[in-house]
């Protein structure tokens, strides 16, 4: 498979990257690992006119302590924040979710803020910030703006950032209670999620139960007020919206999330 | 385009369109066959490759996206005619039966070995999770990877003991 043609241009800086999303506009596609944006265009279910490949900007690849929060330069790689030290011991459930991403060779190309920006409801690590309640960074033409990743996630495969906005960097905030779970349940290692459940103390995020990752506020209200795992699992399909398709109904997706939901609290209080 | 990449040490440059893949640089300009094409959905494994040293999935990579970058492909790993360690436990263990997953197999378990020297088992198995075998041939590939490992942890421990007494 083949994707339609193109023009790839390669940027050299962010700045020049945002000025040629600003040249060619709605045409134009950011590239980074490509491990999502690819697959699509070769499917020809995406066919930019323009891949603006952002893969020269090292410069957009740390894992900094910044005291109060961790930040993650957007185009850091999934292997590199499994491997992370600074991760393993202030974020941990990050650093084990993005080693859970696809496979390997997945993790060497594929990057945090492409599989942010991407967003998809299925991917892993959408969930997994928005239970640590990450902040993301996002550069236009007229300077950067912050964006809470509560407010970040408009629909399936749709954000708040706007066309030629780049993102440059995701906030973790060290979190305080530090139980922590990363449930993702597939049929084999290189498929996405059916269902994935994300915890981090009383926060608990659900992979592939909409169009976007979702919280579990129905399950965050019960344990707040003092529930068991076991109840405040009870409460996992509440104000969700799963679909059906090839590899699970919505019934089995909302039964998985009880399910997963009540092992992640289970392991996330083991830890705390 | 004009992409210029080094693969297997050698430096090739060529016109392209923007939207080659990288498997099918390494296949039709570099006239590298033996990485191939299975799935063609980032699944299968087949053409994996090492770009800058780590592997990759060669069909979900842009020819342009690795231009000024260095890709090892199974045709690279032989020196001087001898097998790398890992053809070599392939070969030993019988670690292949159609043999079409073979040349992504064996990329996957050199970048595996690089980035853990003494894998477990468990790890080997894990570590292979992108690579499919359609003769579900795995337990003598897992016994090539070990071994390999043996093998490459005995080369090593003698290249520092001729080291040390040179």
Known sequence: MIPSSFTYKRAGSAEEACDLAAEYGEDAKFLAGGHSLLPLMKLRLAAPEVII?????????????????????????????????????????????????GDPQIRHRGTIGGSIA??????????????????????????????????????????????????????????????????????????????????????????????????????????????????????????????????????????????????????????? | MKVDLTVNGKNITADVEDRMLLVHFLRDVADLTATNVGCDTTSCGACTVLLDGESVKSCTVLAAQASGHEVTTVEGLASNGIMHPVQRAFHEQHGLQCGFCTPGMVMAIVSLLKENPHPTEEQVRTGLEGNLCRCTGYHNIVRAALAASETQAAQTQAAQTQGASS
């Open chain 1, 53 to 101: 490949d952002l893969g020269g900007l090292r410069d957009l690849s740390y894992v900094t302590d910044r005291g109060s929060h961790v930040a993650i330069g957007a185009l850091t790689r999934h292997h590199d924040v499994e491997h992370s030290a600074l991760l393993a011991r202030e974020v941990p459930l990050l650093a084990h979710a993005a080693g859970q991403v």
């Open chain 1, 118 to 272: 991407h967003a998809d409801p299925a991917s892993d690590l959408p969930a997994v910030l928005l239970a640590l309640d990450a902040t993301l960074v996002a550069r236009g033409t007229d300077g950067s703006r912050e964006i809470g990743i509560g407010e970040f996630f408009q629909g399936l495969f749709e954000t708040v950032l706007e066309p030629g906005e780049l993102l440059t960097e995701i906030r973790v905030p060290k979190p305080a209670a530090a139980g922590w779970s990363f449930q993702k349940f597939n049929q084999r290692a290189i498929d996405w999620a059916i269902v994935g459940v994300a915890v981090q103390g009383g926060q608990v995020a659900l992979v592939n139960m909409g169009g976007t990752p979702l919280r579990a506020t129905a399950v965050e209200a019960a344990l707040a007020a003092g529930a068991s795992p076991a109840d405040a699992a009870a409460h996992a399909a509440e104000g969700t919206s799963a679909a059906s398709d090839i590899r699970a109904s919505r019934e089995y997706r909302e039964h998985l999330a009880r399910v997963l939901v009540s092992r992640a609290l289970t392991e996330a209080g083991s830890r705390a």
